[in-house]
C-alpha cells in the first residue's frame, strides 16, 4: 500500500500548463496499480498555528541559555511578537492512496514527471478524530458531530481550476476525499457503445427523448475524448466530512459545503460507516461514480493541488504572504542550492531594513553577520560589545592595503591589483603597463606566497613605488620601458606618500578576526559614490569584500563552521569594473561550500548586472542564477521589461504591481516558492533598523528600558518526533 503527501503549488504564480499535466498519470493508472485501477486522494485541512512557529523556530534556534543577556532579551522579543503576530493559516494536506506496483521512490519520480510534487508519509495524518461512536448517518466523537456527504453519481457542469478552492477556504476545517476509477481503454469503449445503443432505443418523447439526445451527444464527446492521445475515462466520487458542536451549526456547515464544492453534492448525508473508508489506507474499492474523462479530471485534482498555503516553520519569520500566512525563512536549510540573496529595489524601498531584519533573525539562529554599511546609519548597539563590532573605514585607525592577499593564486593576485590601479586611473591597462606592473607584482609577491596565511608582512604601495623608480633608472632598458615605469611611479605618488595615502599606502590596520557574532564595517566616510572619487570607493570597497572573503577563508582553514551572513550593499558599484564583477561573481558563486550566504543589494537590474565585458557576459547574471532567494521591491514601471527578461517564471499579474510596491513590500521567489510578501518587524526591531531619527530616539528609549529588564526567559522543550505509521491513519467508528 502507498501512502504519499502531494505537495502544493500555488495557481496565483503557477504555469497554466501544470493543471493538465498529470493527465497521463491518471490514464496510465490501470498499468500503475495492483488490483483494481482505483486511487483516493484524501484532502485533510490543517492549521498552521503560531506555536507551530514559534516550535519551528525553537528547532533552528540557540538555545537562550546558551546566549549572551542581550541576544537573550532580543530572542524573547522576539518570540513575543510571534505570538502577537502570526496568525492562524488554514492549509490543505493532500495525501495519494493506491495500491502501487512501484515503490515510494519510484512513484514520487514518475508523479515529478507530471509536475506533481510528493514525499513520502513522514507524519501521520491530522484526522478529525481517531474513535468515534457511529449512529447512523452521525458520528459522535470528542464532543463533536460529524456527518459525511458524497457527490451525485450524475454530473454536468465543467470543471474548474479553482473549483475546490472556495470550500478549501471555508472557516472550518473540511476533509474530503476523491475516489478514481479508471477505464482502460478497452472496456471504455465496451461502456461507451452499451450507453449510445441503449440511447438509440429510447424512443420515447418529452423528457426521455431528450435525455437519449443528451446521452448521444455525450459519448460522442467522450469518445473524441479518448481518441485524444493519452486520455482515458474515470469514475469519480467526492466526499465530504464535516464536524460541529451541535446538530444544528453541523447542517448549516453541511449547506455550505454543498454550495462551495463546485460538484453537485447528495441532498442527504451517508451512512457513517463511510466515513471509515475515506479515512482508511486502503485505496476505494467502489467504481460507481461520475463519468469523467482524464482532462476534466486533471482539472479537479489541479483544484486541490493548487491550493498552497507556505507550511514552513523552522527558520525566522520575513513577514506574511497575500493570503496573511506566515512566511518562514531558513538561508541555511541544506536543501537549498545556495545560501545567497539578491535583494532589488528602488531607493527607500525597504532593501537594507528587510536584510537586516532578515539577519538578526538568523543571528538568534547562530548565524554571524558581517555588514558593509555604506550609509554609515546601522546601529546595533543593543547587541553589546560582546557581541556588536562596528570598523568606520577610511580613518587613520582603520586604513586597508590594496596590496593585500586576497587570492589563493598568484596569478590572480597580481590581476586583482592591476584592476585596481586601473580603476583608480594609476594605469592605463596598456600592454606595456601591464607588462611592467607584472613584473614589479610578481616579483614582491613571489617570497611571500608561500606564507599566504601569514598577513603580517603584506608589502605597502610604497614598494611598487620604488621598484617602479628603479626601472625608471635602469640604463639596461629600453627608453619607453623606463618612460612608462616613470610615469607609473609619478602617477602612484599621491597613493603613496600624498593626498590619497592614508586611505590605500599603508598596512591595513582593519579588525579582520571576525571574532564577533555582528561585524559591521562603515564606510561612508570613504569618498562617495557619486561623482569623480566613485573609483576610489569602488576601489576600496573591491578591497574590503575580498579581505573579508580571504578571513572568512582563514577561519575555515582553521576549522571554524559557523555559517555568515555576509551582506554587501550597493552592490551596482562593485559591477562596473569587470575584473572585480567576476571575482565577485565567482565568490558568490563558490559561497556555499564555505558555509557563507552572501547578501546583496542594490536598485535595479540595469546596475546589478553591470556592464557587458569583453565576451559580453554580465557578471550578474550567473550571480541571479547563483542566488536561492530574490527579493524585488518597488520598481520603476520602465524596469518591468528588464525584470521580465530575467525573472521568466514570475506570471504577469505580479510584474504589473512592482511599480505599485508599497514600502516593505516585495516579491520574492524562494527556493520552493514565489511569493508578495510584507516584510514585518516588532516595534523594537523597526526601532533599531529604521534610519528615521525619531525611530532611533525610541530605540534609545527601549534600549534603556532593556537594561533595566532582567534577562531570565524560561527554556521551551520542542515536540516528540514519533514516526507514523499505518496505524495512524484508519479510523474507528
Ligand atoms: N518592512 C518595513 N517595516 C517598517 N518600516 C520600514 C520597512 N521597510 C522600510 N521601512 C522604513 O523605510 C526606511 C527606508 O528603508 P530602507 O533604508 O531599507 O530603504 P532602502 O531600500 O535600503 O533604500 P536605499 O536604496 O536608499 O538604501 C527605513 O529606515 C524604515 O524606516
Ligand atoms: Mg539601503
Known amino acids: 500500500m502507498t501512502i504519499l503527501q502531494l505537495i502544493p503549488y500555488d495557481i496565483l504564480t503557477a504555469d497554466p500548463a501544470r493543471i493538465m499535466a498529470p493527465l497521463g498519470f491518471f490514464a496510465g493508472m490501470p498499468r500503475l496499480t495492483e488490483g483494481a485501477p482505483t486511487a483516493r486522494l484524501l484532502m485533510v485541512a490543517d492549521n498552521l498555528s503560531q506555536e507551530h512557529v514559534i516550535n519551528g523556530f525553537h528547532q533552528v534556534a540557540v538555545p537562550a541559555s546558551e546566549l549572551p543577556p542581550t541576544m537573550r532579551w532580543y530572542k524573547s522579543l522576539y518570540e513575543d511578537f510571534l505570538r502577537q503576530t502570526v496568525q492562524t493559516t488554514r492549509y490543505m494536506k493532500l495525501y495519494l492512496i493506491m495500491r502501487s506496483r512501484l515503490d515510494d521512490q519510484s512513484l514520487i519520480r514518475l508523479l515529478s514527471t507530471y509536475g506533481v510534487r510528493s514525499e513520502p508519509l513522514n507524519e501521520p495524518i491530522p484526522l478529525p478524530f481517531q474513535i468515534g461512536d457511529p449512529d447512523w448517518n452521525r458520528v459522535h466523537a470528542d464532543g463533536q458531530t460529524y456527518a459525511v456527504i458524497r457527490s451525485k453519481l450524475q454530473q454536468t457542469g465543467a470543471a474548474h481550476p479553482r473549483m475546490l478552492h472556495r470550500m478549501f477556504a471555508l472557516d472550518f476545517p473540511v476533509w474530503a476525499a476523491l475516489d478514481i476509477f479508471t477505464y482502460t481503454t478497452g472496456s471504455a469503449m465496451k461502456m461507451l457503445q452499451q450507453k449510445q445503443i441503449s440511447a438509440l432505443y429510447e424512443r420515447g418523447i418529452g423528457q426521455a427523448a431528450d435525455d437519449a439526445a443528451n446521452v448521444t451527444s455525450t459519448v460522442k464527446g467522450l469518445r473524441y475524448e479518448l481518441n485524444r492521445v493519452g486520455a482515458a475515462l474515470h469514475t469519480i466520487r467526492f466526499s465530504v466530512v464535516v464536524g460541529a458542536s451541535n446538530p444544528g451549526l453541523l447542517n448549516q456547515r453541511l449547506e455550505m459545503v454543498r454550495g462551495t464544492t463546485g ?37 479537479l485534482t489541479g483544484s ?153 608582512d603584506v608589502p605597502e604601495l610604497g614598494a611598487v613605488k620604488q621598484r617602479l623608480e628603479q626601472i625608471s633608472a635602469d640604463h639596461g632598458r629600453s627608453d619607453q620601458i623606463r618612460s612608462e615605469a616613470g610615469l607609473l611611479a609619478y602617477t602612484l605618488a599621491p597613493y603613496v606618500t600624498g593626498s590619497r595615502s592614508a586611505l590605500f599606502g599603508r598596512q591595513t590596520t582593519v579588525d579582520f578576526s571576525l571574532d564577533h557574532p555582528v561585524t559591521v564595517f562603515d564606510i561612508s566616510s570613504l569618498p562617495k559614490a557619486k561623482g569623480k572619487d566613485s573609483n576610489l570607493r569602488a576601489a576600496l570597497l ?128 524562494l527556493p520552493d516558492d514565489l511569493l508578495q510578501i510584507a516584510i514585518t518587524a516588532s516595534p523594537f526591531e523597526q526601532a533599531v533598523l529604521s534610519s528615521r531619527l525619531q525611530d532611533k530616539e525610541r530605540a534609545q528609549k527601549l534600549m534603556a528600558q532593556m537594561v533595566k529588564e532582567t534577562f531570565e526567559t524560561p527554556i521551551r522543550q520542542n515536540g516528540n518526533g514519533r514516526q507514523p505509521t499505518s496505524e495512524d491513519i484508519p479510523i474507528a467508528l
Open 263 to 299: 460538484i453537485e453534492m447528495e441532498g442527504w448525508e451517508s451512512n457513517a460507516g463511510h466515513m471509515k473508508k475515506i479515512f482508511s489506507a486502503e485505496p476505494p474499492t467502489d467504481t460507481d461514480g461520475a463519468i469523467i474523462t482524464s482532462t476534466g479530471l486533471s482539472v
Open 304 to 456: 486541490a493541488l493548487s491550493y498552497r498555503r507556505r507550511t514552513n516553520t523552522t527558520g525566522a519569520l520575513a513577514g506574511v504572504d497575500q493570503n496573511q500566512a506566515p512566511v518562514v525563512i531558513n538561508i541555511f536549510d541544506d536543501k537549498n542550492p545556495s545560501y545567497n540573496v539578491v535583494i532589488l529595489g528602488q531607493t527607500g524601498a525597504g532593501k537594507t531594513f528587510a536584510t537586516l531584519l532578515l539577519m538578526l533573525r538568523h543571528l538568534l539562529m547562530g548565524v554571524r553577520l558581517i555588514v558593509i554599511d555604506p550609509q554609515g546609519n546601522i546601529d546595533l548597539n543593543f547587541l553589546g560589545d560582546d557581541v556588536y563590532h562596528k570598523s568606520v573605514l577610511g580613518t587613520s585607525a582603520a586604513s586597508i592595503n590594496i596590496l593585500d592577499i586576497v587570492h589563493d593564486e598568484i596569478a590572480n593576485q597580481v590581476e586583482g591589483v592591476m584592476a585596481i590601479f586601473m580603476m583608480l586611473g594609476i594605469s592605463t591597462g596598456s600592454i606595456i603597463q601591464r607588462a611592467i606592473l607584472d613584473e614589479v607584482l610578481v616579483d614582491i609577491y613571489q617570497p611571500l606566497w608561500d606564507r599566504i596565511d601569514d598577513h603580517t
Open 542 to 669: 573591491s578591497i574590503l569584500v575580498a579581505d573579508i572573503n580571504q578571513a572568512i577563508r582563514n577561519k575555515r582553514r582553521r576549522g571554524d563552521k559557523v555559517p555568515i551572513l555576509f551582506f554587501v550593499d550597493e552592490m551596482g558599484i562593485l559591477m562596473r569594473e569587470p575584473v572585480i564583477a567576476s571575482y565577485i561573481s565567482e565568490e558568490y558563486k563558490t559561497a556555499r561550500s564555505r558555509r557563507v550566504g552572501m547578501i546583496v543589494a542594490d536598485q535595479d537590474l540595469h546596475s546589478f548586472l553591470g556592464p557587458a565585458d569583453e565576451s559580453g557576459l554580465h557578471h550578474g547574471v550567473p550571480m541571479l542564477a547563483n542566488s536561492a532567494f530574490q527579493f524585488i521591491f518597488l520598481q520603476q514601471s520602465g524596469q518591468k521589461a528588464i525584470v521580465r527578461e530575467h525573472f521568466p517564471d514570475i506570471p504577469e499579474a505580479m510584474i504589473s504591481k512592482l511599480p505599485l510596491m508599497s514600502q516593505g513590500t516585495c516579491i520574492a521567489k
